[in-house]
């Protein structure tokens, strides 16, 4: 089984460029997360899909973030304009959405370096 | 406020047992997971609790106590590819998952 699969690797850009970054996730997995992890801390929710419906987006900075799943499967998150406190690694995970335990699965991340 | 409390850093020595405590105050309980996450990868599942006592999978095993909000991993038998990261998360009363920072592991030889 294919696991959560994520691009680019890795991105380098200047203050106030944008930035995208995609994900597909495991098939038939229902829930969508993306997570901004800082050097040394834990994840950090910025949203969750559920199909292609927002779960939860309280920490998205929507000022400045956007995240869509429009057909409930691969998403994408936008970055406009980046910040130099955005630098970090940005993961997606997935989960089944069913049963007692809803465990979720990452993708290899995607780190951002902002200039 | 919710919080996730775990060791910063801990050190052992290749072959030997260590434990790494977590302990949690969040809104409501509905389960603990931890993970394991090299430097420069994703984090990847290692167990799950939701009811007391141990639970043991080959070298980890992870107990909880829901009473004390307390849970620890322990590793056995430690191998130099046990240098990580672990990561504790809790699922609280509205089902979102939150995590502690994580303990950075060094093993030595």
């Known amino acids: 089984e294919a696991g959560v699969a994520q691009s680019p690797r890795y991105k380098i850009i200047e203050k106030r460029q944008s930035v995208a970054f995609w994900c597909n996730p495991i098939?038939?997995?229902?829930?969508l997360y993306w997570y901004q992890q800082i050097l040394g801390q834990g994840p950090k929710l910025l949203i969750q899909?559920?199909?292609?419906?927002?779960?939860?987006d309280s920490q998205l900075p929507k000022d400045r973030f956007s995240a869509e799943r429009l057909k409930g499967v691969d998403s994408t998150l936008k970055i406009q304009p980046a910040k130099l406190e955005d630098s970090a690694v940005y993961l997606c995970?997935?989960?089944?959405?069913?049963?007692?335990?809803?465990?979720?699965?990452f993708g290899p991340g995607t780190r951002l370096t902002v200039l | 406020g919710q919080n996730i409390d775990q060791p910063t850093e801990m050190t052992a020595t290749e072959g030997a047992i260590v434990q790494i405590n977590c302990t949690y105050q969040?809104?409501?309980?509905?389960?603990l997971f931890w993970y394991q996450q090299h430097a420069g990868e994703a984090p990847t599942f290692l167990s799950y609790?939701?009811l007391d006592g141990l639970e043991e999978k080959g070298r980890f095993s992870s107990f909880l106590s829901r009473s004390k909000g307390y849970s620890y991993l322990l590793l056995k038998e430690l191998q130099m590819k046990d240098s990580a990261s672990y990561l504790c998360?809790?699922?609280?009363?509205?089902?979102?998952?939150?995590w502690g920072a994580g303990t950075k592991l060094i093993i030595k030889p």
């Open positions: 995970a997935s989960s089944s959405g069913q049963g007692d335990v809803d465990t979720q699965y």
């Open positions: 899909f559920q199909n292609n419906g927002v779960v939860d």
């Open positions: 609790n939701v």
């Open positions: 998360a809790v699922i609280d009363s509205n089902y979102q998952l939150i």
């Open positions: 969040t809104s409501g309980f509905n389960g």
């Open positions: 098939s038939g997995h229902a829930t």
